[in-house]
T-cell receptor, first 109, second 112 residues
């Protein structure tokens, strides 16, 4: 079992709708959780990180963490075409950042 | 904005050549990382360092080597490039306690 699992997609969402991206992790020792956005041919850029159970909001983005169920999600409200990218979930496990394969998100104009 | 730099950005080289990919950061971060990523594929950690004179191999076996003689500099060397080394190499850094990992722009390597 991979340490960080994501559905590879593509996930297609109409412009203006809510995009929901999910991620599960296998090691309960994981300490903190990250969402990165990566445009094709570019480097990943950090969108949000979360440590505690519950929701964390930043603008149109909300990260949700449920440690009991070992999943973390990212909601993007009012999706824009510029949100089309690959979204990488990552966890901090013993000071190493472990990345998932990423979910390709496509916002339909 | 992160101050982490990689050179060269693009490199086309013949088989058997020795190459060094440069990575520098001006943020004083103690932790630095090298990842390898093929197009559309996941990031694989190949090397990391937690400080000067500290280097460790990552999860993906790699024929490359790294050094960390100065805090700000973390070069990656391939002694003899092969076509299988063709990939994108991403450098990242973070400071202990901050956890936010900043990525450089990457080096795209093509070995013919």
């Amino acid at each position: 079992q991979k340490e960080v699992e994501q559905n590879s997609g593509p996930l297609s969402v109409p412009e203006g709708a809510i995009a929901s991206l999910n991620c599960t992790y296998s090691d309960r020792g994981s300490q903190s959780f990250f969402w990165y956005r990566q445009y094709s041919g570019k480097s990943p850029e950090l969108i949000m990180f979360i440590y505690s159970n519950g929701d964390k909001e930043d603008g149109r983005f909300t990260a949700q963490l449920n440690k009991a169920s070992q999943y973390v999600s990212l909601l993007i409200r009012d999706s824009q075409p510029s949100d089309s990218a690959t979204y990488l979930c990552a966890v901090n496990l013993n000071d190493k950042i472990i990345f998932g394969k990423g979910t390709r998100l496509h916002i339909l104009p | 904005e992160a101050d982490i730099y990689q050179t060269p950005r693009y490199l086309v080289i013949g088989t058997g050549k020795k190459i060094t990919l440069e990575c520098s950061q001006t943020m004083g971060h103690d932790k630095m990382y090298w990842y390898q990523q093929d197009p559309g594929m996941e990031l694989h950690l190949i090397h990391y360092s937690y400080g000067v004179n500290s280097t460790e191999k990552g999860d993906l076996s790699s024929e490359s080597t790294v050094s960390r003689i100065r805090t700000e500099h973390f070069p990656l060397t391939l002694e003899s490039a092969r076509p299988s080394h063709t990939s994108q190499y991403l450098c990242a850094s973070t400071q202990s306690g901050l956890e936010t990992q900043y990525f450089g722009p990457g080096t795209r390597l093509l070995v013919l």
